[in-house]
């Protein structure tokens, strides 16, 4: 295999430390700009589906995805990487963006001989599959879009970077310590979820993944969230796409969700109703029951 490419940073083969944590491994992949840890849950059935990419979103990392994937993995070995720049994957030497990331992902599945698999991407994750898709299309079997929809004008996109403003400014005062100040993580959670979730150990995770994410990469990404050429790929999927969207969810403008769906060609839509923007953490079965009917509907 020769070198991969990837934003300027080589994946090298051989390049690469594995671990094993039960039915999960993890991968380090050793990249010039710095590492990129994947957690992969191998197929539990001889005869797996295509594999499965899970991709998170701003602020986070891949650790919300891990009662998802430890389910798809029923049928199909799942991927799921901490993007350059969050969570484990860390430190980076240069900002990365989103299509920095898109290609981070495409030099990672290249590295594991992945030549097709099914996109699940959340919120700027789902806008990064979009684009992954849109770049390789006979790669991309299937997407799933989950809290993610288009801007519909330009005042909306607007008060998105407005926001962002407050946001950068606020983040400027973070500091690790500050997932242990008793109320702060649950405080934070508020705008993510309808009803919180009880498990306070998945909320003091995704609060250190916040609180830890590389500021520059954050904001090189987000830079990027108002960009048409994500919209001008949606309306270019050639994969079958499914949009699925929370009645309650804060982040995103719910009301641009059909929009979103009339742009995409092929795309379903499924909504959940009394939950926030992570479904996969507030109504687990829910979103995976939803996830398992259109990845394995041709299995059945």
């Known amino acids: 295999m020769s070198e991969l490419i990837a934003t300027g940073a080589r994946i090298r083969p051989g390049q690469q430390t594995q671990t094993s944590n039960g039915q999960r491994q993890t991968a380090v992949l050793q990249q010039q700009i710095g590492p ?13 589906d295509t594999p499965i990419l899970l991709i998170h979103g701003w602020g986070g990392s891949g650790s919300y995805w891990r009662d998802t994937a430890a389910v798809l993995s029923r049928q199909a070995t799942v991927y799921v990487p901490d993007l350059p720049g969050t969570g484990r994957s860390q430190p980076v030497s240069t900002p990365q963006n989103m299509f920095d990331q898109v290609e981070n992902l495409l030099a990672m599945l290249d590295h594991f001989n992945l030549q097709q698999v099914q996109v699940v991407g959340h919120s700027m994750g789902a806008a990064m ?19 993610m929809c288009f801007f519909m004008n330009e005042k909306e996109a607007e008060i998105y970077l407005s926001i962002m403003k407050v946001i ?24 993510y979820f309808y009803r919180i979730p009880k498990d306070k150990e ?28 994500i919209e001008a790929a949606g309306a270019r999927l050639q994969a079958p796409t499914l949009l699925i969207a929370c009645r309650q969810d804060q982040v995103m ?40 009917d259109f990845l394995f509907a041709a299995a059945d």
Request: net charge negative.
């Open 36 to 48: 990129m840890v994947v957690d992969i849950f191998p197929a539990q059935t001889s005869q797996p």
């Open 129 to 147: 599959g979009i684009l992954l898709a849109d770049k390789e299309p006979k790669r991309v079997e299937k997407l799933v879009v989950t809290s």
């Open 168 to 191: 950068r400014l606020m983040m400027r005062f973070r500091f690790k310590e500050m997932a242990n100040i008793p109320g702060l993580a649950y405080m934070m959670a508020t705008r």
């Open 202 to 229: 998945t909320l003091q995770q995704g609060f250190l993944d916040y609180l830890t994410l590389d500021f520059e990469t954050a904001f090189a990404s987000a830079a990027n969230a108002t960009s048409p050429e």
């Open 253 to 292: 403008p719910i009301e641009n969700v059909n929009y979103s769906v009339e742009v995409i060609p092929n795309c379903e839509l499924v909504w959940i109703d009394q939950c926030g923007h992570l479904p996969m953490v507030e109504k687990p079965q829910t979103y995976q029951a939803i996830l398992n």
